[in-house]
């Protein structure tokens, strides 16, 4: 059965478990048997974009696979923690809730920087990483979301078709191959309306280049084995980043796919979910 086959059509992704955590309920979902994998998305997406990749996966692995606080279906509020300290912390929270030992750590974007943090901060035992056009090594704040930084009164206050145009355009650059009206609205509809704004802005006054720089003393002796996937045509994180990273890492390997923008797995499900298959099975 081929990786196209399995994959939901991004309307009909839905998490089907609940569980309560220090920091507020997380939706959650558990597909197939077999060692444990957890994938981590990024910004500002959420678990669809896992919806090829985890069930391909669930053919050799129990995947585990959630909405980050903030996103998605997980419990979101304005007033919320949703900084990368925060979700490394949730991270490893939730693998000790789900009974993982070793599990393999797949983080995307932030999602990345999470896996990183609850493994080399939070002491959570992996068999394995791989990281996915992943919020590494500073600086990895885009232009964009720099400016919505720098005036966040300003965007507080715009328009909310002005500040929809702003974010839309930006989401869009985030796929190398343009979004069907479909899956675009399955990643933003998440950030539509004022509550929408209030949220999006809330992520963005929480990004904080030190949560990443807490770890990077830690890279150099990393013995953790780690596979560095990026897309070829990634717009908000260079292609040459991943092989910094790569080198960086004492046990590290890197693949670089083809055809592929930031969001690789909404791109290339299939060649993302292979190559994850291939690396995974090994450990």
């Known amino acids: 059965m081929t990786v196209a086959s399995k994959e939901r059509r991004p309307g009909e992704w839905s998490l089907r478990r609940r569980v309560k955590t220090a920091h507020g309920e997380v939706a959650y979902?558990?597909?197939?048997?077999?060692?444990?994998?957890?994938?981590?998305?990024?910004?500002?997406?959420?678990?669809?974009?896992?919806?090829?990749?985890?069930?391909?996966?669930?053919?050799?692995?129990?995947?585990h696979v959630y909405d980050?606080?903030?996103f998605g279906e997980s419990e979101r509020r304005v007033e919320q923690d949703t900084s990368i300290a925060r979700q490394?912390?949730?991270?490893?929270?939730?693998?000790?809730?789900?009974g993982l030992e070793q599990p393999a750590l797949?983080?995307?974007?932030?999602?990345?920087?999470?896996?990183?943090?609850?493994?080399?901060?939070?002491?959570?035992?992996?068999?394995?990483?791989a990281l996915l056009d992943a919020v590494v090594l500073r600086p990895w704040i885009t232009p964009t979301t720099r400016h919505l930084q720098a005036h966040l009164d300003v965007y507080r206050t715009m328009p909310q078709h002005l500040f929809r145009e702003v974010t839309a355009t930006h989401l869009r650059t985030a796929t190398h191959r343009p979004m069907d009206a479909e899956t675009f609205a399955a990643y933003f509809d998440q950030w539509e309306g004022?509550?929408?704004?209030?949220?999006?802005?809330?992520?963005?006054?929480g990004f904080d280049e030190q949560h990443t720089r807490a770890f990077e003393h830690e890279l150099g002796s990393l013995q953790t084995p780690t596979l560095v996937?990026?897309?070829?045509?990634d717009a908000w994180?260079?292609?040459?980043?991943?092989?910094?990273?790569?080198?960086?890492?004492?046990?590290?390997?890197?693949?670089?796919?083809?055809?592929?923008?930031?969001?690789s797995p909404e791109d290339r499900p299939d060649a993302v979910a292979s190559t994850l298959l291939e690396y995974l099975a090994r450990f």
């Open 29 to 63: 979902d558990v597909l197939g048997h077999g060692p444990p994998v957890v994938l981590v998305h990024g910004t500002p997406g959420r678990s669809v974009l896992w919806r090829a990749v985890a069930p391909a996966l669930a053919d050799r692995f129990t995947v």
């Open 68 to 70: 980050l606080l903030g």
């Open 88 to 98: 490394g912390e949730l991270l490893a929270e939730l693998v000790g809730k789900w």
């Open 106 to 129: 797949v983080g995307h974007d932030i999602g990345g920087a999470t896996v990183l943090r609850a493994h080399l901060l939070g002491a959570v035992a992996a068999r394995c990483l």
């Open 194 to 205: 004022e509550r929408g704004q209030a949220l999006w802005l809330r992520n963005v006054a």
């Open 229 to 233: 996937i990026w897309g070829e045509h």
């Open 237 to 263: 994180l260079d292609v040459s980043l991943s092989a910094r990273i790569t080198a960086l890492l004492p046990n590290a390997e890197r693949v670089v796919i083809p055809g592929a923008g930031h969001f």
